[in-house]
């Protein structure tokens, strides 16, 4: 089935500590997005990338950082600059970044202890 | 500045009732408009979109309202149903560009059996 994987669904971070968050997609899309959820916020965009080497800062980058070294994979680290990194993180695609529908993964929900 | 907001965070009806969830954004300039389904712990998932040249849409049990007079759009499910029980969010976007969508806070549908 074609869609998007993320792991871990729950991870516990102490402070100080970097995290990788794993998004795998193989819908062939070119573009790839990193979502943070707060309750009773929408969804805010961190870090988005339209095509492979290329990735480009959202509203609320700082604190983390990404990479695109192959189509399928986008990878978001938490790292310990992020204040507030307890959230529920979403990786999403797109067939390119223009108008269209976003899928979205199953999530991540990132807790530091 | 730009926003989306929805007028009633949460939302209760009998099963087989029809559902209207409701959501006003503040930016004339948008031009495409979707609803996500949200359930407890998981990714959105897409139900409807519609585009500014467009009143209304429908899709299967779904209908999608846009009046770009008061900027207000809405979500109908009909014959809601105990699986429809989830957080419906709008967003919207303007110049067509994914990355630039803008995300409500939810309403939460709770169908009573």
């Known amino acids: 089935d074609g869609g998007i994987t993320q792991s871990p669904k729950y991870l516990f971070r102490k402070e100080g500590q970097n995290v990788t968050l794993s998004c795998e997609q193989n819908?062939?899309?070119?573009?790839m997005y990193w979502y943070r959820q707060d309750p009773g916020q929408g969804l805010r965009l961190i870090y988005y990338?339209?095509?492979?080497?290329?990735?480009q800062k959202g509203d609320i980058a700082e604190g983390y950082s990404v990479s695109r070294e192959k189509k399928e994979s986008f990878p978001l680290t938490v790292t310990s600059a992020q204040k507030n990194p307890t959230a529920f993180y979403l990786c999403?695609?797109?067939?390119?970044?223009?108008?269209?529908?976003?899928?979205f993964g199953e999530g991540s929900r990132l807790t530091v202890l | 500045g730009e926003s989306v907001g929805l007028h009633l965070p949460t939302l209760s009806v009998q099963e087989g009732d029809n559902s209207i969830i409701n959501c006003a954004y503040s930016?004339?300039?948008?031009?495409?408009f979707i609803w996500y389904k949200q359930e407890s712990g998981k990714g959105p998932q897409f139900i409807i979109d519609i585009r500014s040249n467009m009143d209304k849409r429908q899709g299967q049990r779904v209908t999608v309202l846009l009046n770009k007079t008061v900027k207000h759009l809405s979500l109908q499910i009909a014959a809601t149903q105990p699986g429809d029980s989830a957080v419906y969010f709008c967003a919207e976007t303007y110049g067509g560009a994914t990355n630039k969508l803008i995300f409500g806070t939810g309403t939460l549908l709770a169908v009573q059996p």
């Open positions: 990338s339209q095509i492979v080497n290329d990735f």
């Open positions: 819908l062939n899309h070119d573009a």
């Open positions: 999403a695609s797109s067939i390119d970044r223009g108008v269209g529908e976003l899928f």
């Open positions: 930016n004339s300039a948008s031009d495409y």
